[in-house]
């Protein structure tokens, strides 16, 4: 049931709220997944230029990187839509 | 139904195009006290308690509870779990959401009410800025007043408990991941390293700014489960639900008018014994005239996400039954049955049967009952070592002065508390085993161990040779793992 005072997803603040927050969850999942697979410090050995990087670093550098992807992604969806939905109420 | 006043919580303003634009204007709950909040504070006390004091609990010489990721293992009291053992974890994460929806379709939103962090950090950050600015009436006046000294220290006071408590829960997260006490002394000493800092204040904003300010905003716009909890409702799930049928038409009364059901009783003996209108001997209005809801708006003022439960089930309520607890206190001094607004199924609302065993409650809790059946006998029969064997990718075989012989890599994962050593053998086959290191490893250590088998050339059949590696720990455990063996043969 539609509560009162829904807001309208226009509102620019609560867009980006939504998004980063959903990408936020979705980067702390893949976070936990891929590292319980490799190590970081595994990791910035085989990496193709010298990194040194600590593991808590490495963790950290990688839940930003995971966000940051999803967080476009997010963003990115949300932008074909809501253009979409403008096109389509534009008056002919 | 009457239209009833209520707080406003939104104001929709004109955006710039033909959208809406809707401010957020803070709820002020007022205070109140009863069986349910007894249970919430009681919920509140058990859970953060929890939080705050078991990373500072030590079991065997180490911290009991410690995700200690920059040694890539996971301590809960007896048990440790390594990377490979990722899948208890995944499996913990399903049971709980398991638990959830079992949970949900038998008594509704009870996480949300008594469970969920964000409600129980809330409850915190709320009794602080009671403890500051006073109850509702002084809170709503002090936010429309001017800065003045009072208004200027109040807040201060409420700011400054809430930072201090919100970093100390950012420090108390950092403390399940890396060991709590060194981190507590490298704290004093200034000497944290620049990721620990970082965590300790990313967690604490969150918790400020989620229990302190965006608080039901949570709720209604972050959480999913808020969203897809109806799917798992049925007309047998306990909600929160005001009895329309009694409590309408609601309105204001003198306190000498008796409840509904007394008046009931009342009018219909009249009827029975005089032939005039009830209403002229009992100067109570009739029963069809006035519910038993005096319309006195408590139940709307205490409600943290700012609904009116009159309305009917809204996915903005989180089950926290403070209005239950308002009600009950107001039907008590107006000398009325309790639980107009009461815990109830939509059956028992209609005045139906409710069961509670039924195939959605059974499903769930078979489901339930099986995977925490399965996640325990896992843990409990993990072998404490791993292996895995690596054929050479190279060749099938080579043959070295006589010899036929195959190479391989075993992977060796020792999952246990202790170092190990190692006896390896083969079976399937009447050859030699030829192991290039000494196979040990330490707690935790994968180990990639080179080995070869060699047999005399003619000594085996040509062609694939069916064998098993079977390695055994100094206590007794056992592992065999089965791999091939290839000579040349008939096909030379």
Known sequence: MPGRGDPSVSSR?????????????????????????????????????????????????????????ALSASAFSVFLIRSMEQSAHRPQ | MKNVAKPKKYRATEDSGASMYVAH????????????????????????????????????????????????????????FWPQDFFFLALLLIIAALSLFFFTALAGRLWC??????????????????????KRNQRVRLDAGPWNREKILRKTAKHGMWVLFALWTGFTFVGYFTPIETLGLRLLDF?????????????????????????????????????????????????????????????????????????????????????????????????????????????????PVGIDIRDGLQYECIA???????????????????????????????????????????????????????????????????????????????????NVENVYTLKIMNKGNAGQRYRLSVEGIDAELVVEREAATRPGEVLSLPVRIQAGLGTVAGGGHDIAFVLETEDGARIVEKSRFFAPGEMQ
């Not at chain 1, 936990?32 to 490495?58: I, K, S, W, Y």
């Not at chain 2, 809330?122 to 403890?131: A, D, K, P, S, Y």
């Open chain 1, 13 to 69: 603040t609560l867009r980006v709220v939504i998004i980063a927050w959903a990408s936020f969850a979705v980067a702390s999942i893949a976070t936990a997944f891929f590292f319980a697979a490799f190590d970081p410090v595994a990791l910035a050995e085989a990496a193709t230029f010298p990194v040194r990087l600590g593991r808590t670093a490495g963790y950290t550098l990688g839940f930003f990187c995971f966000w940051l992807i």
């Open chain 2, 25 to 80: 204007e803070k709820i002020h709950a007022r205070e109140i006290s009863g069986r349910f909040q007894t249970l919430r504070k009681l919920a509140v006390f058990v859970l953060l308690g929890l939080y705050y004091f078991l990373p500072w609990l030590n079991w065997n010489g180490r911290q009991a509870v410690l995700f200690d990721l920059p040694e890539r293992q996971f301590h809960v009291f007896g048990l440790t």
């Open chain 2, 113 to 134: 009410g008594y469970a969920c962090p964000q409600t129980v950090w809330t409850e915190v950050f709320v009794w602080m800025e009671r403890l500051a600015e006073g």
């Open chain 2, 191 to 303: 000497n944290l390293g620049p990721w620990e800092a970082f965590w300790i204040f990313f967690y604490g904003f969150a918790t400020w700014g989620n229990a302190g300010f965006l608080r039901e905003q949570v709720c209604m716009y972050m959480c999913p489960y808020a969203r897809f909890q109806s799917a798992m409702f049925d007309s047998n799930t306990l909600i929160i639900a005001y009895d329309t049928e009694r409590g309408e038409p609601r309105g204001l009364r003198r306190k000498a008018v008796p409840d509904v059901a007394t008046r009931e009783k009342l009018f219909a003996s009249i009827k029975v014994e005089h032939s005039a209108p009830a209403e002229a001997k009992l100067d109570f209005p009739p029963p069809e005239a006035l519910g038993d809801c005096v319309d006195c708006n408590l139940c709307v003022q205490v409600c």
């Open chain 2, 320 to 402: 926290c039954a403070a209005c239950i607890d308002a009600c009950d206190s107001v039907m008590d001094k107006m000398g009325y049955p309790r639980g107009l607004i009461r815990y109830d199924t939509q059956n028992g609302m209609e005045k139906k049967p409710s069961r509670i065993l039924r195939p959605r409650t059974l499903i769930y809790g078979a489901l339930l009952l099986a995977l925490m059946g399965a996640w325990v006998a896992g843990v409990t029969l993990r072998q404490p070592v791993a292996m895995d064997v690596l054929r050479d990718r190279n060749a099938l075989y080579r043959v070295v002065n006589d």
